[in-house]
């Protein structure tokens, strides 16, 4: 998948979605599906296009490189900084740090991921120059998808509606996609299907990092529609886990990475081998994320303990996916009583894991 900073030299023309996505959870991945080839594709057919027709007449008469400019590339844009963080000055932490968010994006199907510098000049783009300029110009932009509830130009003036307004002007539609709402959230507090929708049920960002904050996994992941995880590699510790009979690894984290409840979870790891021929490997395990009082520990620090350890990990990188909060960090009146409750971290977190 093509990541790039400039609308220069990307693959034209474009399908493109609209937005932040910082953390592609299933409200993104619903703005995203319909500039996907296919969803395109299906478009197509219900437009009574002959698909063979299109697929094999340029090529006659086109090279491979014109052929391919010939077809509608799917891309997502969205903006670095966060316009959060260009406003406020304050760093902020994301769900899906760039590395994480290109994962997500190619799994999907996303064939480029456009990263438009958000600074003084684009926050000042009226609604109008920013689809005629940045859209129809730079992008050429032939399908647009938003979510219901986007706004861009300066000073957040343009609306969902907006857009698909002034992208008419270019014969460009615009889908708008209807704000997703958290059915397990709206089931449990009402039978009425016309419950008022509120920010304790409809699908965001603010709504998984609030979940995340509470250790509520559980809803947090039915958001995202896959398990929150933090990926990072592993680096010498105090080994302090090891004289209690429960080694870890220490994890090095994304500094940009939004991080949850401090506490002990039980999580799902999976290994990645720097060998390209050897496949990842998955184990169980719990979290401690936190400073450890118990010894005293200074030091903020993410670790890992696997049920079944590998010999070596440093330096390996691990994807850990949580999956329940089992209690939050304390300090406990000595070591041998801190062993204690980690093996009871370690039995719970085994009959958890195991329903799952």
Known sequence: MLVTSSTEGILTPTAVALGKFDGVHIGHQRVIQPILPSAQDQERRGNGENLAEKSTLPTGNLTPLESQKKRIHSTVVTFDPHPHEFFTGQPRTLLTPLDEKVEQLRSLGVEQLVLLPFDKELSALSPQDFVAKILVQQLQCQQISVGEDFCFGKKRTGTAKDLQTLAAKFNIPVTIVPIQTDIDELSTKSSDINTTLTENNRISTSLIRQSLEAGDIEKANRLLGRPYTLTGVVIPGQKLGRTIGFPTANLQLPKDKFLPHQGVYAVRVVIHSQNPEVSANENLGVMNIGN??????????????????????YSKELVVQLVKFLRPEQKFPSLEALKTQIQLDCTVAREILASY
């Open 292 to 313: 450890r009082p118990t010894v005293n520990g200074t030091h903020f620090a993410v670790e890992v303990h696997l049920f079944d350890w590998p010999d070596d990990l």
